[in-house]
C-alpha cells in the first residue's frame, strides 16, 4: 500500500498518462496501457486519480497551473512598466502565445510532449476536457481579453474576439505537430523546412499571429435584399 501511495508512483503515473495521451488520445488509450507503461496496478490509478477522466484533467493541471500562472506574472510586470499605458499587441501575444511555446524548450514544465498533447486535444477534445479547459483558462483569458481591448481601442470587440479564435486555433494546430506539410511536400521549399523544426516554430507563429491581429478589418457586404 505504501508503493501505492507513494508520490512518485502518482508522478510516474501522470508522466506515462500523458505521453500515451499524446501518442493516442484520449480515447485510444487504456487504462491497461498507462498501468503498463508505469509499472503499477490499476489499484494503484484508482487511487490517485480515480477514473481516467480524472486523471487526464491532473495531467493537464499539472501542467496549465504553472503556464497560467506564468502568463499572468508576465503581463503584470508589462502592464506595471506600461505605468497604465495600453500594452503593444506584440508584448500580449508574446505573454500569452509566446510564453506557451517557450514552455516547449523546458522538459521539466512538460516539454514538447506537453505542447503536442495540448495541441491535439485542442483541435479535436472530448465534450468533458473542452469544459475543464475553459473553466482552466477563465481567468487568464479575461485578462488577456482586456488588455487588447485597451492596446486596440479602434479595432472592434467582436473583431478583437474572432482574431483571437483564429489565433487559438492557428496554435493548437501548430503544436500538435507539423504532419499536414506532407500534403505540400511537392511544393519547392527546402526539405529541411519540411520537419518539425521547434527552434523556428517560435519566430514562424508569432510573426504570423501579430500579421493576423494587425490585418485590416473586414469589408462586410450588405445583407440580401437590404436597402441601399
Given at each position: 500500500?505504501?508503493?501505492?501511495?507513494?508520490?512518485?508512483?502518482?508522478?510516474r503515473i501522470l508522466d506515462t498518462a500523458e505521453q500515451l495521451f499524446m501518442n493516442h488520445g484520449f480515447d485510444g488509450t487504456s487504462m491497461r496501457q498507462i498501468t503498463t507503461g508505469a509499472g503499477v496496478n490499476l489499484a494503484a490509478v484508482n487511487y490517485h486519480f480515480g477514473t481516467k477522466e480524472e486523471l487526464?484533467?491532473?495531467v493537464f493541471r499539472r501542467r496549465l497551473d504553472g503556464l497560467n500562472e506564468a502568463r499572468l506574472q508576465a503581463l503584470d510586470a508589462m502592464e506595471q512598466d506600461a505605468g497604465g499605458k495600453p500594452l503593444k499587441p506584440s508584448q500580449i501575444v508574446d505573454a500569452f502565445f509566446g510564453t506557451l511555446l517557450r514552455m516547449g524548450d523546458d522538459e521539466v514544465r512538460g516539454g514538447r510532449t506537453f505542447l503536442r498533447l495540448l495541441g491535439r486535444t485542442l483541435t479535436d477534445p472530448s465534450?468533458?476536457?473542452s469544459t475543464f479547459l475553459a473553466r482552466e483558462y477563465?481567468?487568464?483569458?479575461?485578462?488577456?481579453?482586456?488588455?487588447?481591448f485597451k492596446a486596440l481601442p479602434d479595432v472592434p470587440k467582436a473583431e478583437i474576439v474572432w482574431r483571437v479564435?483564429?489565433?487559438?486555433?492557428?496554435?493548437?494546430?501548430?503544436?500538435?505537430?507539423?504532419?499536414?506539410?506532407?500534403?505540400?511536400t511537392d511544393w519547392e521549399i527546402e526539405p529541411a523546412d519540411t520537419e518539425d523544426r521547434h527552434d523556428r516554430l517560435l519566430e514562424r507563429l508569432m510573426s504570423f499571429l501579430l500579421g493576423g491581429l494587425r490585418a485590416p478589418l473586414p469589408q462586410f457586404s450588405p445583407p440580401s435584399g437590404a436597402a441601399p
Open positions: 500500500m505504501a508503493e501505492i501511495r507513494s508520490p512518485d508512483t502518482r508522478e487526464m484533467r491532473a465534450e468533458f476536457i477563465a481567468q487568464v483569458v479575461e485578462r488577456f481579453k482586456e488588455a487588447l479564435h483564429f489565433m487559438l486555433g492557428a496554435t493548437s494546430y501548430a503544436i500538435a505537430g507539423t504532419d499536414a506539410l506532407r500534403v505540400v
